[in-house]
């Protein structure tokens, strides 16, 4: 006969109220029954081994790890969707119309400019975990870059564009960008009647990179600068026509004097504004002060005159 820890307790409990039944003689009859009943029970339970019945819990999955290196990668996105060709199901005409007003400029297509997902390497340790532990381990680990890269996305996107534009830096930034781009469209060069100025003006204009405050303070004053000593013309322009015609140049020097000494300060002072709108330009978004470039030696690109 096998008797597991069930049968045991059922043995005992059997014993137990065989001994109370028997103290008590108005219940030996009900007491009996009852025996009989427990007995029973006692017999069908003993016939099976506990051993048979038991089933084991289930094992987790285990991963044991000696060495290991994940090597780092980046992942560069870009795309372009337009919007006027997705079904109706996909965009309905309320969602596109407020993509439209977020892009700022009531674009047809919904596009991010580049975002580059970055995954740092990974010398994983000798452990030994189980698969769930193994998976939250390497969500912790990379779900930082994710949440970045992801806003880096969102941020790069034309979706935010009104958002940018209606702050207050860069709303400053736009009207100055703006003024800049109508003053430097003015350009009373032509009219000094003086080649050489002509050409000096564009060869300079062509290395002038204001990228900061600083330089934008800087290339002001020496537009200024360059101005002012137009003013010279007046003198030096009849002297120069003296020295090549003689008398006869004198009248021609005069003209090209006069309308030198009134259009290059005038242009000096349009080529300033043109610099000072730039650097506050650059000031609203942090750059106060000249960065030195690569391979410029710490000098400047830039020239009086």
């Known amino acids: 006969l096998m008797v597991d820890d069930i049968a045991a307790g059922a043995l005992l409990s059997l014993n137990a109220e065989i001994a109370s039944a028997v103290s008590s003689s108005a219940g030996k009859e009900r007491a009996m029954v009852e025996a009989r009943s427990t007995f029973g029970q006692v017999l069908s339970s003993a016939t099976d081994g506990f051993v048979l019945t038991f089933v084991p819990p289930a094992t987790p999955k285990v991963i044991q790890v000696e060495k290991a290196h994940i090597s780092g990668f980046e992942v560069a996105v870009w795309f372009c969707i ?7 199901s996909m965009m309905p005409a309320s969602m596109m119309f407020l993509l439209k007003v977020l892009s700022g400029s009531f674009a047809e297509d919904l596009s991010i400019d580049g975002s580059t997902l970055i995954f740092k390497a990974w010398p994983v340790p000798e452990v030994r975990w189980s698969a769930s532990q ?32 209606l702050l207050p830096n860069l709303l400053i930034q736009q009207v100055a960008n703006i003024c800049a781009d109508l003053v430097d469209v003015i350009d009373f060069s032509a009219f000094t009647m003086d080649s050489d100025y002509v050409q000096q003006r564009k060869e300079k204009d062509s290395l002038v990179d204001v990228d900061s405050l600083q330089e934008g ?19 030096e322009k009849p002297r120069k026509e003296w020295r090549d015609q003689g008398v006869r140049g004198v009248p021609m020097g005069c003209c090209r004097g006069l309308l030198s000494c009134f259009f290059k300060p005038l242009d000096g002072i349009f080529r300033a504004l043109h610099a000072l709108f730039r650097g506050i330009s650059a000031a609203l978004v942090g750059r106060f002060l000249r960065r030195r470039r690569p391979g410029s030696g710490g000098g400047r690109r830039t020239s009086s005159g």
């Not at 806003?151 to 996107?157: I, Y």
């Open 82 to 88: 337009e919007l006027t060709r997705l079904p109706t």
């Open 134 to 165: 193994m998976l939250s381990v390497i969500q912790a680990k990379y779900q930082t870059s994710i949440i970045f890269f992801l806003a880096r996305a969102f941020g790069s996107s034309n979706l935010l564009a009104l958002p940018r534009m």
């Open 217 to 235: 303070v800087e290339v002001a004053g020496q537009f200024l600068v360059s101005g002012v000593v137009g003013i010279m013309d007046v003198v």
